[in-house]
C-alpha cells in the first residue's frame, strides 16, 4: 500500500474500547489442556531453524546458536542464525526503506494489522506461543498464559486504543482557521531489545513503536528467540508489510555498536539490567553529534521489590504474596518480591504458615502441570544465584530457614529459599537476585516510622513494592513515605502481575526511565508532534488598528 499524508485527517471514528483478554484454566478434561499438550509434545520433538529476518526475507546465516530448555538443557529446541556486520546493515536499510510507506499509512490502516495479530494469538497462535514459552523459558502453564496469551493480547488491542486516543487530541481552532497536530512518527528507526522473561515485553517492544508508524530493529534474548520468532510470523500472517519489524539475533554488543552508530537511529525501547541500559545510553551519548535528532531512550531495568508488613497485616494473604511475589516464574521477574520487612510480633506465625507453604511448592519439568516452578533461565543465571545462596549459608548474619538447594545435572534448578538476615542493610537486601530468593528482615513493631525510611533508602531501585496492613492510617503513611520508592505500588497484594490497560508498569530512579508500558505515556515517546495552522483568509495589510 502506498499512501501520502492527508493535510487534515483527524476523523478517526469512535475510539475502540479494549477489554482484558481472559485468562484459560487448563483444568484436567477442559479443551485448552488437551490443545497445549499437542502442542508441547509437537514442539518437543521438532527442533527447527530460527532465521534472521530482513525486510521480510528469511536468512539463515552460516554461523547457528543452540536453544534449549533450561529446565532439560540436553534437549535442543532449534537452531538460532547469528547475525554478521552485514546483516545489521542490511537490517537498518530495509527499515529505513519501509520507513517511507509505512509511516504514511493511515492510523487505522496500521492497527488493522495488530488488531488481526490479536485475534490470531487469542485463536490459532494461543497454544502455539504458549508452548514456545514454556519449553524455551520455563514458565508454567499459568505464568505462560498470563503472559504469551493474555497480557501479548492486551496490549495489542490497547495500544491501538491508546494510539486513538492520543491521535483524537486535537487542539482549540478560532473562527478563520483551523488546527492540527500530526502526531508523526520518528525520522529514523527504533532498536527494541528484549528480554527473556516476558514474551509479551518482547513482542510490545516491537511493536509500540511500530503501530505509531515508526520501524524497528528487534534484536530478541537469544533464551526467548522461539517465542519471539513464532510471534513475527504470527505478525507476517496478519499483514505486517516486509522490513517494519526485522529480527535480528546475534551478538549483543556487535548488533548495539552498529545500531548506535547510524544516523538514523531514532530510538531505543529496552528491558533488561541497568548495567546493560548504562551501557547503551552511554554509547547513545557518545554519538549524539552524529545522529540526525535526539534519540528517545526507553527502558525498564532492574529492581529489589519490596514487601513491608504493618502488625495490623493479614498474616495468611501476607504468606501468599510472599511466597507468590517470590518463586512464581523462579523470581525471574523484574517484579519480584526481593526483600520483605516483617513486625516481630506476627513473625511467628508468618514463619510458620510461610514454610509450610514453600514446603509444599513442586518444581520440575513444565511440562508436568502440576509443577509450580521450573528452572532458572540458564547456566549464568543459576551461577548467580548459587553464589548469592552461599553467600546466606556462609554469613554468621544471614539464616536459609527453607530452600538453598540447586541442582544443574538435567536442568538449571533452584529451590525456593527464604532467607532471614540480621542486618536490614545486609547485600541480599540490596543487590537484585533475579532469582527464587527472598530475604527477609525482622523488625520491632515500635520501628515502623523508622522502618518505612529504611525501605525508601535501602535499594537504588523503585519499580514494585507493596505494604500489608489492616490499619488505615498505616497504610496512608506507607504510601506517603514511599511515594518515590515504587512505580508500581501495591496495596494488601503481592508486587507482581500488573495488568494492561489497569496498571502500567514502570519504576524511577535505576529502575528506568518510567515511561509505563501498557499506557499512552508510552506510545507518546514514539511520535514527534507537528502543528499545522491553516488560515482560510489570510492578512493582505500589515497595519495594525492602533496604527491608525
Known amino acids: 500500500m502506498t499512501s501520502s499524508v492527508p493535510l487534515f485527517d483527524s476523523a478517526i471514528g469512535p475510539v475502540l474500547k479494549a477489554q482484558n483478554e481472559p485468562i484459560l484454566g487448563y483444568a484436567p478434561g477442559s479443551p485448552e ?10 514442539q518437543s520433538q521438532n527442533a527447527i531453524s530460527i532465521p534472521l529476518v530482513i525486510g521480510g526475507d528469511h536468512v539463515e546465516t552460516a554461523a547457528q546458536a543452540k536453544l534449549v530448555s533450561p529446565h532439560d538443557h540436553g534437549h535442543a529446541l532449534a537452531k538460532v542464525s547469528q547475525a554478521e556486520e552485514k546483516d545489521i546493515g542490511l537490517a537498518i536499510d530495509a527499515a529505513m526503506k519501509a ?17 488481526k495479530a490479536a485475534d490470531l494469538l487469542a485463536d490459532k497462535y494461543r497454544q502455539r ?29 490497547f495500544n491501538v486504543q491508546f494510539a486513538q486516543e492520543i491521535t483524537a487530541q486535537q487542539p482549540n481552532s478560532s473562527r478563520g482557521m483551523r488546527n492540527l497536530t500530526d502526531h ?11 528480554p527473556f522473561n516476558f514474551t509479551a515485553i518482547g513482542g510490545n517492544l516491537a511493536t509500540a513503536p511500530a503501530l505509531m508508524g515508526n520501524t524497528v530493529i528487534w534484536k530478541p534474548a537469544a533464551t526467548a528467540a522461539l517465542s519471539n520468532y513464532l510471534f513475527l510470523q504470527l505478525l507476517e500472517e496478519a499483514g505486517l508489510p516486509p522490513g517494519v519489524i526485522n529480527f535480528v539475533s546475534g551478538n549483543s554488543s556487535d548488533i548495539s555498536a552498529r545500531v548506535f552508530s547510524h544516523p538514523d537511529f531514532a530510538g531505543l525501547h529496552f528491558t533488561g539490567s ?3 541500559f548504562d551501557q547503551l545510553w552511554l554509547q547513545a551519548a557518545q554519538n549524539l553529534k552524529n545522529y540526525k535528532s535526539y534519540p528517545r531512550l526507553v527502558g ?21 504474596a510472599l511466597l507468590r511475589g517470590a518463586f512464581e516464574y523462579q523470581g525471574q521477574k523484574c517484579s519480584a518480591a526481593s526483600r520483605a520487612y516483617v513486625p516481630a510480633s506476627i513473625w511467628p506465625t508468618v514463619r510458620a504458615r510461610l514454610l509450610e507453604l514453600v514446603a509444599d511448592i513442586k518444581m520440575g519439568s513444565v511440562q508436568d502441570l502440576s509443577n509450580f516452578m521450573g528452572a532458572v533461565i540458564d547456566e549464568k543465571a543459576f551461577r548467580r544465584i548459587a553464589r548469592y545462596i552461599d553467600l546466606a549459608r556462609q554469613d554468621g548474619g544471614a539464616s536459609i530457614l527453607i530452600g538453598g538447594t540447586t541442582d ?65 492510617q498505616a497504610l496512608q503513611e506507607a504510601n506517603s513515605a514511599l511515594r518515590h520508592a515504587a512505580g508500581n505500588f501495591y496495596i494488601n497484594d503481592k508486587p507482581t502481575g500488573a495488568v494492561v490497560g489497569q496498571q502500567p508498569f514502570g519504576g524511577a530512579r535505576r529502575s528506568g526511565t518510567n515511561d509505563k508500558a501498557g499506557s499512552a505515556l508510552n506510545l507518546l515517546r514514539w511520535v514527534s508532534p507537528r502543528t499545522v495552522k491553516e488560515t482560510f483568509v489570510p492578512a493582505t495589510q500589515y497595519r495594525y488598528p492602533h496604527m491608525e
Open 184 to 194: 508523526r512518527p520518528l525520522e529514523g528507526f527504533v532498536y527494541a531489545v528484549t
Open 300 to 320: 525498564e531495568t532492574g529492581g529489589k521489590d519490596f514487601v513491608l508488613a504493618h502488625p495490623s497485616a493479614d498474616v495468611e494473604a501476607l504468606a501468599v
Open 129 to 157: 506461543l504458549n508452548a514456545a514459552t514454556m519449553l524455551g523459558q520455563s514458565k508454567t502453564v499459568q505464568q505462560a498464559e498470563i503472559d504469551s496469551a493474555c497480557e501479548l493480547i492486551d496490549f495489542l488491542r
Open 274 to 276: 541497568t548495567t546493560v
Open 33 to 42: 489442556r488437551s490443545a497445549l499438550q499437542q502442542e508441547l509434545e509437537s
Open 408 to 472: 544443574s545435572s538435567k536442568g538449571y534448578f533452584v529451590s525456593p529459599t527464604v532467607v532471614q538476615v540480621d542486618d536490614p542493610g545486609h547485600v541480599l537486601m540490596q543487590e537484585e537476585i533475579f532469582g527464587p530468593v527472598l530475604s527477609l528482615y525482622v523488625y520491632d513493631d515500635a520501628r515502623w516510622t523508622d522502618i518505612l525510611r529504611l525501605v525508601d533508602e535501602t535499594s537504588p531501585y523503585a519499580l514494585t513494592g507493596a505494604v500489608f496492613a489492616q490499619d488505615r
Open 99 to 115: 520507513h517511507k510507506d509505512w509511516s504514511r499509512w493511515s492510523l487505522q490502516d496500521r492497527s488493522a494489522v495488530f488488531l
